[in-house]
Nanobody
Framework: QVQLVESGGGLVQAGGSLRLSCAASGRTFGSYAMGWFRQAPGKERECVAAISRSGGNTYYADSVKGRFTISRDNAKNTVYLQMNRLKPEDTAVYYC?????????????????WGQGTQVTVSS
């Protein structure tokens, strides 16, 4: 089993930055595909960023491309989401997810472990 714990969410003004962290348990973190998903009120959950096992492949939703950066440190069992130039429409609960099934995915149904979520609120 894999346990995921997010941190770093909070309230920030538009144009500001936050860095989310996701600490994972498990002996084989380097074998997990990792992703960040978000869900805003009234909207479906969407993948905002994903990263492959070794970090060689990344994905970003068009809405965050150029502003967000996903990275991982397998030695620390941690994945990060650096969020810059935040906009009010980025307001959502952000979830860290891990997949032991695939090496890289943007599909929420291919992720089998999820964190509890962390709230990000961007004020205008």
């Amino acid at each position: 089993q894999v346990q995921l714990v997010e941190s770093g969410g909070g309230l920030v003004q538009a144009g500001g930055s936050l860095r989310l962290s996701c600490a994972a348990s498990g002996r084989t973190f380097g074998s997990y595909a990792m992703g960040w998903f978000r869900q805003a009120p009234g909207k479906e959950r969407e993948c905002v960023a994903a990263i492959s096992r070794s970090g060689g492949n990344t994905y970003y939703a068009d809405s965050v491309k150029g502003r967000f950066t996903i990275s991982r440190d397998n030695a620390k069992n941690t994945v990060y989401l650096q969020m810059n130039r935040l906009k009010p429409e980025d307001t959502a609960v952000y979830y860290c997810a891990a997949s032991t099934r695939v090496i890289f995915s943007t599909n929420e149904y291919e992720y089998n472990y999820w964190g509890q979520g962390t709230q990000v609120t961007v004020s205008s």
